[in-house]
């Protein structure tokens, strides 16, 4: 290494490390480790301490009330919140009032087919953690029927299911029949 060469932290000599700082609790320093909940600073000296923090300290979470809105069971005003599954509508009493609902739900103008296996629910567009579309009964926990694919509001002419999918191919759009042990697919509508 000649005398030109520096090395790549010598002006602020170790800038990470400075950066996790040490453990308020014990002094030991802070290590970066990863959870079910996400990325957070721990203690090294863990587990004789279990000193923990966010390693986002400005947590910028989303918190907005809907001005003129109304929660359907205690009359307070709704908000807009960030969860772990993405944003969603709540009611801003909280821990008096658990109303929630899906951000989708007060967009969603199309008529929701209702659930054939309770008949009383209807199918509702929800999204995985994963972002992946699904339809799932509104009556969940109660009613645990869901589909990948978008139902359609008809009956089967092979076995009178009351409800087809939209299933997408590579030769395009067809509704088939949503019972799995229906064998009927009708024509391609593309």
């Known amino acids: 290494m000649s005398k030109d060469d520096k090395p790549l932290f010598s002006a602020h000599e170790h800038a990470l490390e400075q950066a996790f700082d040490t453990c308020p609790k014990c002094g030991q320093p802070l290590v970066h480790r990863s ?3 996400g990325a957070f600073l721990g203690c090294s000296a863990y587990p004789s301490c279990d000193y923990i923090r966010s390693s986002h300290p400005h947590d910028s979470s989303v918190e907005k009330v809907l001005e003129g809105s109304e929660c359907p069971k205690c009359k ?7 969860g772990r599954y993405g944003m969603f509508i709540a009611c801003s009493n909280f821990p008096e009032c658990h109303h929630i609902e899906s951000q989708q739900s007060q967009t969603n103008t199309t008529a929701e087919p209702t659930c054939p296996s309770c008949g009383k629910g209807k199918l509702v567009s929800r999204n995985s953690r994963f972002g992946k579309t699904f339809y799932a009964c509104d009556g969940y926990p109660k009613c645990k029927y869901a589909l990948n694919d978008k139902p359609i ?7 009178d299911w009351p409800l087809l999918i939209e299933k997408k191919t590579a030769q395009g759009r067809r509704l088939q029949c949503a019972q799995k042990n229906c064998a009927y697919k009708g024509p391609i509508l593309d």
Do not use: D, V, Y
Request: charged share 30%.
């Open 35 to 37: 959870g079910k909940s």
């Open 153 to 159: 509001e008809q009956a089967c002419p092979e076995c």
């Open 76 to 82: 307070s005003e709704l908000m807009i919140r960030q």
